[in-house]
């Protein structure tokens, strides 16, 4: 596959009917998730989450300072949006709202009828091949039922910064559980993104500027030469380096973008990105078999630690909603 800087956007792109989000779930998003989702009690802490702000809640306090995007309104934005459901086959349309947020970012998030929220900053950032793929990246989020989870994780992060009641030893090891499950759910969506748009260099592009893009210096950015800071970056397995690489993610909600930008490219180099193209992937009318080595494999991430905070923090809830609604 051409990895060209110059390429035009894409006239028409092949629709993935009934395609399956295991067609472009990472290995090690599937592995976390499901390792995750096994903890005890972890499940009856997403419920009590949720139900401290329900549905309705959540959505109002997430959409309160944004504009609902429609056909008359941000009407391209909306178009596009459109398009990426269509290619990916979601087979319904989330709300999709923009946000006056100064730096660059979008999310998925609800939990019964889930939206996509983009900071009003990625308009100015990004330019409308490299929005699309940021809007195809959400639609993968969905598709894969990231959302639950992602949600759960902002307030979960949204808590522990106003140093609510809740917030302490055990919700900060519950984060970090959740955090490293949510960078490999990135990987993922990136893949979507990619099969969304069939446009590999927006892709990078857009990746490229949510590293260090600037409205006013934009045109001075090169995506050959990130491509090779990629590289650089990927090729060193130093273990020194591999120390840091690892340290640095500790604090991160999102791998790094050179790394992100090294696993599209080394996806499409295997020939998954192609294959694909080609027809040949899982349909949802054909669900594979769930990944038990995956769950092997992870499981020894979440250990008794874990364990023992999920069960702190849901006796904190059970505290907290006693005491009354919460406020953010």
């Given at each position: 596959m051409s990895e060209t800087t110059n390429a035009p956007a894409p006239t028409s792109r092949t629709k993935l009917a009934d395609i399956s989000s295991r067609s472009?779930?990472?290995?090690?998003d599937r592995a976390a998730l499901r390792s995750l989702t096994a903890i005890p009690g972890f499940p009856e802490v997403v419920r009590k989450i949720v139900g401290m702000f329900g549905e309705r809640g959540l959505r109002l306090f997430f959409q309160a300072n944004a504009v609902r995007v429609t056909p008359r309104q941000y009407g391209w934005v909306h178009d596009l949006h459109l398009r990426v459901l269509d290619t990916l086959d979601l087979g319904w349309e989330p709300e999709l709202y923009i946000s006056q947020t100064p730096f660059v970012n979008a999310g998925a998030l609800g939990v019964e009828k889930p939206f996509v929220l983009i900071n009003s900053a990625s308009l100015d950032i990004l330019d409308a091949a490299e929005l699309e793929t940021v809007l195809a990246h959400e639609a993968g989020h969905i598709a894969s039922d990231h959302?639950?989870?992602?949600?759960?994780?902002?307030?979960?992060?949204?808590?522990?910064q106003r140093q609510l009641p809740i917030a302490g030893i055990a919700i900060q090891a519950v984060v970090l559980a959740m955090a490293e499950w949510n960078r490999k759910s990135e990987l993922s969506s990136d893949r979507a993104a990619l099969l969304g748009t069939q446009n590999p260099e927006a892709v990078m592009s857009a990746l490229m500027k949510l590293a260090g893009g600037s409205h006013q210096h934009g045109a001075s950015l090169d995506l050959g030469e990130f491509l090779q800071?990629?590289?650089?970056y990927a090729e060193d397995e130093s273990l020194g380096d591999a120390v840091f690489k690892v340290m640095n993610l500790l604090g991160s909600t999102h791998p790094f973008h050179v790394l992100r930008v090294?696993?599209?490219?080394?996806?499409?180099?295997e020939g998954h990105y192609d294959r694909i193209l080609r027809g040949e992937y899982y349909r949802r009318s054909e669900e594979p078999r769930a990944y038990r080595e995956d769950a092997r494999e992870a499981a020894s991430y979440y250990g008794a630690t874990v364990k023992r905070a999920i069960r702190k923090l849901s006796q904190a809830l059970d505290e907290a909603i006693q005491g009354g609604p919460v406020e953010l």
């Open positions: 472009w779930e990472h290995p090690a959302v639950l989870y992602r949600t759960v994780f902002t307030l979960l992060l949204l808590l522990a800071q990629s590289d650089e090294a696993e599209v490219r080394r996806w499409i180099r």
